[in-house]
């Protein structure tokens, strides 16, 4: 049974909270409230927890423990209606695009917010573990609106070591070179990425470049790097736009460069850069997708997709990479292509965990009612947590993922709140693997704006923003006045530039909603939400 609940980047700076921030919808009936008032047996989560979390409002961190054979974690499981599953995502494209479109002047389509790439656009600076799998951490605060909460599943993986051993890495680059990418701000940053990006790669890594307007074109076949930068950063600079833009002969040919190219023990990985403005060829996602899930199943090849330009295909982009079990995110800017060619992609070629997907177990005897903030398009049913056949998410070094809840809790009642595991396969054995953490109603902060909770704050206005754009209602939400003078003050505490755009951003969002809202009902301007 599905759960049924009411609807669910580069490091930039260190916040005096100590949180790590980087810069980058669902259909209307999946955002819908689940009245679950029934009783139940609540069992705890793998490993024993009795869900009783930490103290103080950090919540508990998990263990990193071998997965027990199936059907075995849990002798009664909670009610369906208290379970929440859903496949990790590290995808930040939903909101680099809505900066991108903010500072043009205009509102994101409400369809393009995403508000867990709002979230994971930042990145607080939770526990992390040694080695591969995740450090987990439940924490959470009081809003002061009829018993609602804010509940936060935070995971992170181990950072790479820069300069220590990792795999080598097999990265074949198909780049879109139709005219609509002679766009400034498309190909001419795609040129500078890639050549920034060819001298932080190692000697041992190897990379092929693929081009596509009406056609595909291999430029480059795989090859190792040690004694070719010169000759690959050639052939990057001399890339120009032309045509039509046929994405599904790109991706084919690329997959069939990935293919050719495979490496044993590499990481190997195709990096779409592209506006996803598909107009000549198959445009119809499918058969793209069916060929994308056929080479990750059966070489282990999977998908990154860099999104480009003032129009862009957020959707279609965003089916690829998670058919490809992969991410997307967005670059408008020369600095945010430096941060994702630059610090991201050279140690995130290291894996932590395949197939990663996440359950949190509200216990009935607190909880009333629950809604996962976003996610509606990674939702897994609840008795596929446990099965390693259903795809979940890839993640990699230094990575972290959040999930926000608003939880509204029984009125006195106290005890266990939620209990959340991530379950994974570790990336060299394929072996099942799990980790928990869990949190207490004690453990809630008593309100959520008060000082001192800088981290869990700018997650919530970071989703908060995502569900005003997209029309949304979530509870006790602030207004978009409100919610840019929270983003100031943390930005004005840590000194954070990526949180001052955040202000920024949500100001201008507030600009004009108040526009639109004079234009089309009469309300007074600087009030977006009157009538």
Same mark, same amino acid.
């Given at each position: 049974?599905?759960?049924?609940?009411?609807?669910?980047?580069?490091?930039?700076?260190?916040?005096?909270?100590? &949180?790590?921030?980087?810069?980058?919808?669902?259909?209307?009936?999946?955002?819908?409230?689940?009245?679950?008032?029934?009783?139940?047996?609540?069992?705890?989560?793998?490993?024993? @927890?009795?869900?009783?979390?930490? !103290?103080?409002?950090?919540?508990?961190?998990?263990?990193?423990?071998?997965?027990?054979?199936?059907?075995?974690?849990?002798?009664?499981?909670?009610?369906?209606?208290?379970?929440?599953?859903?496949?990790?995502?590290?995808?930040?494209?939903?909101?680099?695009?809505?900066?991108?479109?903010?500072? #043009?002047?205009?509102?994101?389509?409400?369809? @393009?917010? *995403?508000?867990?790439?709002?979230?994971?656009?930042?990145?607080?600076? %939770?526990?992390?573990?040694?080695?591969?799998?995740?450090?987990?951490?439940?924490?959470?605060?009081?809003?002061?609106?009829?018993?609602?909460?804010? /509940? *936060?599943?935070?995971?992170?993986?181990?950072?790479?070591? *820069?300069?220590?051993?990792?795999?080598?890495?097999?990265?074949?680059?198909?780049?879109?070179?139709?005219?609509?990418?002679? $766009?400034?701000?498309?190909?001419?940053?795609?040129?500078?990425?890639?050549?920034?990006?060819?001298?932080?790669?190692? =000697?041992? =890594?190897?990379?092929?470049?693929?081009?596509?307007?009406?056609? #595909?074109?291999?430029? &480059?076949?795989?090859?190792?790097? +040690?004694?070719q930068r010169e000759r690959i950063r050639g052939i990057v600079h001399e890339l120009a736009t032309t045509s039509s833009t046929n994405v599904e002969a790109g991706v084919r040919q690329g997959y069939d460069v990935a293919v050719e190219g495979h490496r044993e023990g590499a990481t190997n990985r195709v990096v779409l850069l592209s506006d996803a403005l598909a107009n000549t060829g198959d445009t119809d996602a499918q058969s793209i997708l069916d060929r994308?899930?056929?080479?990750?199943?059966? %070489?282990?090849?999977?998908?990154?997709?860099?999104?480009?330009? @003032?129009?862009?295909?957020?959707?279609?982009?965003?089916?690829?990479?998670?058919?490809? =079990?992969?991410? !997307?995110?967005?670059?408008?800017?020369?600095?945010?292509?430096? +941060? /994702?060619?630059?610090?991201?992609?050279?140690?995130?070629?290291?894996?932590?965990?395949?197939?990663?997907?996440?359950?949190?177990?509200?216990?009935?005897?607190?909880?009333?009612?629950?809604?996962?903030?976003?996610?509606?398009?990674?939702? /897994? #049913?609840?008795?596929?947590?446990?099965?390693?056949?259903v795809d979940g998410g890839e993640v990699g070094a230094g990575h972290t993922v959040t999930a926000l809840y608003a939880v509204k809790t029984r009125p006195g009642r106290g005890g266990p709140l939620a209990t959340a595991t991530v379950r994974w396969l570790d990336p060299k054995s394929r072996a099942p693997r799990e980790a928990s953490g869990s949190v207490g109603t004690g453990a809630l902060a008593p309100a959520l704006w008060a000082p001192g909770h800088?981290? &869990?704050?700018?997650?919530?206005?970071?989703?908060?923003?995502?569900?005003?754009?997209?029309?949304?209602?979530?509870?006790?939400?602030?207004?978009?006045?409100?919610?840019? $003078?929270?983003?100031?003050?943390?930005?004005?505490?840590?000194?954070? +530039? /990526?949180?001052?755009?955040? #202000?920024?951003?949500?100001?201008?969002?507030? +600009?004009?909603?108040?526009?639109?809202?004079?234009?089309?009902?009469?309300?007074?301007?600087?009030?977006?939400?009157?009538?």
């Amino acid at each position: 049974m599905r759960r049924h609940t009411w609807a669910a980047r580069a490091a930039a700076g260190t916040l005096a909270a100590g &949180l790590v921030l980087t810069g980058c919808a669902g259909n209307e009936n999946d955002r819908r409230t689940s009245d679950v008032r029934g009783g139940g047996h609540y069992a705890p989560g793998p490993g024993g @927890s009795n869900g009783t979390g930490g !103290t103080g409002g950090t919540g508990g961190s998990g263990t990193d423990r071998e997965a027990a054979p199936e059907g075995e974690q849990r002798d009664v499981r909670p009610p369906a209606d208290y379970l929440s599953t859903f496949a990790l995502d590290v995808d930040t494209a939903s909101y680099g695009y809505a900066l991108r479109t903010l500072g #043009a002047g205009g509102l994101p389509d409400p369809a @393009s917010v *995403r508000p867990e790439e709002f979230v994971n656009s930042f990145r607080p600076d %939770y526990p992390r573990p040694e080695g591969d799998g995740f450090g987990v951490t439940v924490d959470g605060a009081r809003t002061g609106e009829d018993g609602w909460s804010l /509940v *936060r599943v935070g995971l992170a993986t181990a950072a790479a070591d *820069r300069q220590g051993e990792r795999p080598p890495a097999a990265l074949t680059f198909v780049v879109d070179i139709s005219g609509s990418m002679a $766009e400034t701000g498309r190909l001419d940053l795609v040129r500078e990425s890639l050549g920034i990006l060819v001298d932080e790669l190692r =000697d041992d =890594d190897s990379v092929a470049l693929v081009t596509f307007s009406d056609e #595909a074109e291999t430029r &480059l076949p795989m090859t190792r790097i +040690k004694g070719q930068r010169e000759r690959i950063r050639g052939i990057v600079h001399e890339l120009a736009t032309t045509s039509s833009t046929n994405v599904e002969a790109g991706v084919r040919q690329g997959y069939d460069v990935a293919v050719e190219g495979h490496r044993e023990g590499a990481t190997n990985r195709v990096v779409l850069l592209s506006d996803a403005l598909a107009n000549t060829g198959d445009t119809d996602a499918q058969s793209i997708l069916d060929r994308i899930e056929e080479e990750r199943r059966e %070489y282990g090849i999977t998908l990154f997709g860099v999104g480009v330009g @003032s129009d862009y295909g957020d959707a279609f982009m965003e089916q690829l990479a998670d058919k490809g =079990d992969g991410h !997307t995110t967005y670059v408008s800017t020369t600095e945010q292509a430096r +941060k /994702v060619f630059v610090t991201q992609l050279p140690t995130h070629v290291e894996l932590r965990a395949r197939d990663a997907k996440a359950q949190v177990a509200f216990d009935p005897k607190t909880v009333e009612r629950f809604r996962l903030i976003g996610y509606e398009n990674r939702e /897994v #049913a609840d008795e596929d947590f446990r099965d390693d056949r259903v795809d979940g998410g890839e993640v990699g070094a230094g990575h972290t993922v959040t999930a926000l809840y608003a939880v509204k809790t029984r009125p006195g009642r106290g005890g266990p709140l939620a209990t959340a595991t991530v379950r994974w396969l570790d990336p060299k054995s394929r072996a099942p693997r799990e980790a928990s953490g869990s949190v207490g109603t004690g453990a809630l902060a008593p309100a959520l704006w008060a000082p001192g909770h800088d981290s &869990l704050q700018l997650t919530a206005v970071a989703a908060y923003f995502a569900d005003r754009l997209r029309g949304g209602a979530l509870p006790a939400a602030p207004r978009l006045g409100e919610l840019a $003078e929270r983003a100031q003050a943390i930005a004005d505490r840590s000194g954070s +530039k /990526v949180v001052r755009e955040l #202000a920024e951003a949500i100001r201008q969002a507030a +600009k004009l909603r108040g526009a639109e809202a004079d234009r089309d009902t009469g309300a007074e301007p600087g009030d977006p939400y009157s009538g």
